[in-house]
């Protein structure tokens, strides 16, 4: 531990190994491991998670999307035991609680999730009839309140900034994403813009760019993130895990999105997303 109120670099695969979950997956993890969990990083600027674990514990391979397991050699920051919040990298967990095993946590990340779900964190393994591959469709009936929080996430706006545009408290904010969450059965927040626009609750928000030049890969990896395409679209080294979440920081900032729920939804008003888009305005229709 760095003793002089500095983060230091660390390398994984002496001290610990490290797995990179996303701030939507990580949080119910953490819940689920229960009171003796081993240290845990965050970092709520790049919205992602570290479980450190026993050194040569986490082996590479077939985890989940949202999840991956730094290569040994790695560069981990670990800050002083006492920053335990703050936007930048900090202690979501601190070291001394517990132990976090590897095998746990990837049964945890990988183990049974309700159908549509299931289908996007599995690397969509459902067959190929099965309605687990595409958000749900069938409108739900949502609260205005929850309409509003879900149009200002479409647009990207962070919790507190949507709290502070509806004069609500951030709890709140958290409380109603969550029960969009449990609506749809959408654990992050591409699945929840996803969901949103499927159901034709929300048309996509207006855009201010024509879209990017992009790429099939491109393409293929915003469909696999909005769970209307299973994984087998994607080139080899993004299955399930790989340079996955990379490749999504990259198209977020070539796409000038705020947040996954705002890439979403700007792939959907471009019309790269037909399956959200078109549906989402067939309710306008005569």
């Known amino acids: 531990m760095p ?9 994984c ?5 490290a797995v990179r979950v996303t701030a939507d997956l ?6 689920a491991l229960g009171p003796c969990t081993g240290p845990v990083l965050a970092n709520h600027t ?44 900090h202690w979501a967990v601190p070291p001394g609680q517990g132990v976090t095993y590897a095998d746990d946590l990837k049964r945890i ?4 999730l309700p159908p549509t779900a299931s289908a996007h964190r599995a690397g969509g393994q459902a067959s190929a009839t099965s309605p687990a591959a595409a958000p749900p469709r069938r409108p739900r009936a949502l609260s205005p309140a929850l309409l509003k929080v879900g149009s200002l996430f479409l647009t990207g706006h962070s919790d507190a900034e949507i709290a502070k545009e509806l004069s609500r408290s951030v709890i709140t904010v958290r409380t109603h994403l969550r029960q969009i969450g449990n609506l749809f059965n959408a654990p992050n927040q591409a699945l929840k813009a996803a969901a949103l626009l499927a159901g034709g609750h929300l048309q996509p928000p207006p855009v201010q760019m024509n879209a990017p030049d992009l790429a099939p890969v491109d393409v293929a990896v915003l469909r696999v993130l909005a769970g209307v395409s299973r994984d ?16 999504v920081d990259e198209l977020r900032e ?5 947040t996954d729920a705002h890439l979403i939804a700007l ?11 078109s549906f989402a305005t067939a309710k306008d229709q005569p």
């Open 3 to 11: 003793t002089n109120g500095e983060t230091v670099r660390r390398v």
């Open 13 to 17: 695969g002496e001290d610990f190994d």
């Open 26 to 31: 990580a949080a119910p993890a953490l819940a």
């Open 46 to 89: 790049t919205r992602t998670w570290v479980f450190l674990v026993p050194p040569g514990s986490a082996l590479p391979g077939r985890w989940t999307l949202g999840v991956r397991v730094m290569p040994r050699g790695t560069a981990i920051g670990i800050p002083p035991i006492g920053v335990t919040g703050g936007r930048d990298i």
């Open 109 to 112: 990340l990988t183990g049974p």
């Open 232 to 247: 087998a679209e994607l080139p080899v080294e993004l299955r399930p895990t790989g340079t996955f979440l990379d490749y």
């Open 254 to 258: 070539r796409c000038a999105a705020r």
């Open 267 to 277: 792939a959907a008003a471009w019309g790269l997303l037909p399956t959200l888009s």
